[in-house]
């Protein structure tokens, strides 16, 4: 018997009845239909983001770049015009046989971790700006890349909106889920499955309020302009790309696993540090930018520094660990060998944001980089990079 008033215990705010009623009877969704259903919930956004957007002064919203395609994707492409990521297949079977415990331990989703083949007009497309504003990007996009902090604000400004996008698909894609992953099983699954989206939901939530906060700040910066309050660390190479990045990390520990903050926690203003890797017509370059009130991210950056690895190296590890919007050139990837393949696959596969430290770099080398350059609105970073 049904109490019709009882509000569901899975916590949506819908009445028992218009919710998990009868949910154990329900045909069960495939794994291709919850991705499909999750994929649509990301081309659903469509939305300016430049700080001076509003429906009149804004023209169609386009498929905006958050890797250059003019010098950085083009760059990487292969003759077919695509370029290459990891990603995790979750259209795994059931019939692999993998157990939980083998999922969760480090390194256990390795082996779901396979190459994705993308055109370069489709990789790394949000649907975050209109024609028009989107050109906000092009000095750090066409020509001789400038080093100064206006386009170091530019670097930050677009991490700062791709995540943004990211948190809002994801918080969309997190109700979808809620109301589907767990038909046609049992109560005690269906708990099991709610408590778990429960928690990815809440930290979907947690990041959303975060990155609309940091969108909003940079927004005031720009119709300023003041762009002191955005740090940057940028190194400047001689050599082959390899592979490209746009994406935002907030990093628990440091690189000597020290503590910095902890993501779990909901109340925590979390700091971010912004990383881009991508090449002009002669050479490649490594952004991080950050809000310099940042403390934590200033730890971070220095016990990179001050580590004996190598720095682009220890880039390629952060960028395979970190973030899916990620590109890279078959011919570098099959360069590196069935080893650091491995290694890059592995760190793709671990799980972050535990509270756990990450495991500690490796010693290999990713890309052969020649440094000719570094460029920082810190002369801290830039005295300790001297004495090494
Ligand atoms: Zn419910
Ligand atoms: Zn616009």
């Given amino acids: 018997m049904v109490d019709e008033e009882v509000q569901c215990w899975c916590g949506s705010g819908l009445l028992f009845q218009e919710c998990h009623f009868g949910r154990e009877e329900m045909k069960p969704v495939l794994p291709k239909q919850a991705e499909r259903a999750s994929i649509e919930s990301f081309k659903t956004t469509e939305i300016c983001f430049h700080p001076f957007a509003d429906e009149l002064k804004c023209d169609d919203i386009i498929r905006a770049h958050t890797v250059s395609r003019g010098q950085t994707l083009k760059a990487l492409a292969d003759s077919t015009n695509h370029v290459y990521q990891l990603g995790l297949d979750l259209s795994f079977s059931p019939s692999r046989d993998l157990e939980q415990k083998d999922l969760f331990s480090p390194g256990g989703m390795k082996d779901l971790v396979g190459i994705k083949k993308i055109g370069t007009k489709k990789a790394s497309i949000i649907r975050g700006f209109c024609g028009r504003h989107d050109s906000v990007f092009n000095p750090i996009e066409s020509g001789d890349l400038v080093i100064n902090s206006e386009n170091a604000f530019l670097f930050w400004f677009r991490s700062v909106v791709f995540e943004l996008y990211q948190k809002i698909g994801l918080v969309d894609s997190g109700s979808y889920q809620r109301s589907n992953l767990d038909k046609g099983q049992t109560f005690a699954d269906q708990v099991l499955i709610q408590a778990s989206l429960g928690w990815i939901d809440t930290g979907a939530k947690h ?177 300790i990079l001297k004495q090494g």
């Fill in 207 to 383: 990041g959303l309020r975060r990155y609309r906060d940091l969108w909003k700040r940079s927004c005031f910066l720009y119709r300023k302009p003041n762009y002191e309050e955005i740090s940057y660390l940028v190194f400047k190479y001689e050599g082959v790309l390899g592979y490209s990045v746009t994406c935002n990390l907030s990093p628990e520990y440091d690189c000597n696993n020290g503590f910095l903050q902890k993501l779990a926690n909901v109340k925590n203003m979390f700091q971010v540090l912004s990383l881009t890797v991508l090449s002009d017509k002669r050479n490649i370059f490594v952004v991080f930018t950050w809000q310099s009130k940042s403390k934590r991210i200033y730890k971070f950056l220095r016990s990179l520094l001050n580590s004996s690895v190598d720095i682009p190296s220890a880039v390629t590890e952060l960028t395979f660990l970190y973030s899916e919007n990620h590109y890279f050139c078959k011919s570098w990837w099959d360069g590196l060998g069935e080893e650091k393949q491995n290694l890059l696959k592995r760190r793709h596969s671990s799980l972050i944001y535990t509270g756990k430290p990450i495991e500690p770099f490796s010693l290999e080398q990713f890309t052969d980089w020649k440094e000719v350059g570094v460029f920082s609105s810190e002369e801290d970073f830039l005295r």
